[in-house]
């Protein structure tokens, strides 16, 4: 499970994040939904470290961590899928899986069972991952994530410039997670898989989470999302 508590954020002394406050459980999708720059993104680069934490607590697999620790989250089972897709271009698909596999001293039999599970992956493993499709570039940014076998994983707008087949394949591989028993926390603008995945919608607003609720109407729609 993932908690957080009084969350306060930010870069050096501009503050973002106000006294945030959120869970997600075993099996849940939690959507932060809001406009451009209101601290959707923030929000998951504070819980692991990137940001500024200037208050607050979270709680993930029953381990409070404060402040400078929150750097600790990836050891402890959180998988961080950042919105830029972290691949490494020069490298192959089986060098980008390599790599994480290595510098946590993992059995390279584990990328047998990604093979498995993303097939266009496994005809592509020698392939530089620059050459790759912007789709299948952020499926291996998944896979790297998914072979430590994470309980959490926050997602940063995971569909961003992606083509339709690549975003079905995208919530499919959400939708997976979730029913694996996974907690994701998932910042995404795409309405239909928002309304579709989401156990619940956190609606934000200059940094706070203003409302949560399971469906979007029209009304909270155009209130926070101006569509």
């Known amino acids: 499970m993932l908690e957080v508590s009084n969350l ?53 697999q029953g381990k409070t961590l404060r402040g ?17 897709r972290e691949v490494c271009p020069d490298l192959t698909v089986e060098q980008n899986l390599l790599l994480p596999l290595y510098a946590n001293r993992l059995n390279r039999r584990q990328i047998d069972d990604v093979y498995a599970r993303f097939e266009r992956l496994s005809q592509r493993r020698k392939q530089v991952a620059g050459s790759l499709s912007g789709g299948e570039r952020k499926l291996l940014a998944f896979a790297r994530v998914m072979l430590l076998k994470p309980k959490v994983y926050l997602i940063d707008e995971p569909t961003e410039g992606l083509m339709p087949q690549a975003i079905e394949d995208i919530g499919r591989l959400i939708a997976d997670l979730q029913a694996g028993g996974a907690c994701v926390l998932l910042v995404e603008q795409n309405l239909e898989m928002i309304q579709r995945l989401s156990t619940r919608i956190c609606l934000m607003n200059n940094g706070r989470i203003e409302a949560t609720v399971s469906r979007l109407d029209d009304h909270l729609i155009q209130k926070f999302l101006g569509i």
């Open 68 to 84: 400078a620790q929150l750097s600790d989250m990836c050891r402890l089972g959180v998988g961080y899928i950042a919105q830029q």
């Open 8 to 60: 306060n954020a930010g870069y050096g002394a501009v503050q973002v994040i106000r006294e945030l406050a959120l869970n997600v459980r075993p099996g849940e999708v939690v959507s932060l939904v809001g406009r451009n720059g209101v601290g959707k993104t923030t929000t998951l680069k504070a819980l692991v470290g990137v940001a500024d934490v200037m208050s607050g607590a979270v709680v993930v």
